[in-house]
């Protein structure tokens, strides 16, 4: 399996401008977390889904984040518009529901000028 | 609510010296426990976990054991390399529905030199 699969690896962008970070969870889990990395404030959880449902998007900053999962197969994480207090590293990660090992893909370094 | 916490890095060791790194956590329930490491550039990976009281979670010369007593699964490797320089992350496991949520400490950095 080739694990969990995030795009863009890098991204750099200008401040207000849109940015979309994709992921592709393990073929057969079930659960999809998104979490942002940064040395002030550690390792946090966005949102995650279950099912393709979300449950929990507690974690998610303010209105200019979003995330989808139209399918079994695919989620987004939009943030419009973008501010440099954005920079950060993106991690999506997987499960089986009916176990608790997540399984996080590469991340996304963001950085917003 | 739950929560962990694990000690602050960085921790810098010399190559074959013995590592703990404490963690200890706060839950109501009965959570697992997990272990994560991060290597520099790449995710979170799993190095190891204990689901009961008493379990020993062991990987890779790694060794952690679930105290429910003292509420404490602290990391422990008895001979460290250079390669095992990175940060680690206590984490415990917050059931909600059908999908576990894990709560993370603030990563401890590990530092090995030759």
């Known amino acids: 399996d080739a694990g969990v699969i995030q795009s863009p690896r890098h991204e750099v962008t200008e401040m207000g401008q849109e940015v979309t970070l994709r992921c592709k969870p393990i073929s057969g889990h079930n659960s999809l977390f998104w979490y942002r990395q940064t040395m002030m404030r550690g390792l946090e959880l966005l949102i995650y889904?279950?099912?393709?449902?979300?449950?929990?998007d507690s974690g998610m900053p303010e209105d200019r984040f979003s995330a989808k999962m139209p399918n079994a197969s695919f989620s987004t994480l939009k943030i419009q518009p973008s501010e440099p207090r954005d920079s950060a590293v993106y991690f999506c990660?997987?499960?089986?529901?009916?176990?608790?090992?997540?399984?996080f893909g590469p991340g996304t370094r963001l950085t917003v000028l | 609510g739950d929560s962990v916490t694990q000690m602050e890095g960085p921790v810098t060791l010399s190559e074959e010296a013995f590592l703990t790194i404490n963690c200890t956590y706060t839950a109501t329930g009965y959570p697992s426990l997990f272990w994560y490491v991060q290597y520099p550039g790449e995710g979170l990976q799993l190095l190891l976990k204990a689901t009961k009281a008493d379990d020993k979670g062991s990987n890779k010369g790694f060794e952690a054991t679930y105290r429910k007593e003292t509420t404490s699964f602290h990391l422990e490797k008895g001979s460290v390399q250079v390669s095992d320089s990175a940060v680690y992350f206590c984490?415990?496991?917050?059931?909600?529905?059908?999908?576990?949520?894990?709560?993370f400490g603030t990563g401890t950095r590990l530092q090995v030199f030759p």
């Open positions: 984490a415990l496991s917050d059931r909600l529905g059908n999908t576990d949520k894990l709560i």
């Open positions: 990660a997987s499960s089986l529901g009916t176990t608790n090992e997540q399984f």
């Open positions: 889904f279950n099912n393709n449902v979300p449950i929990d």
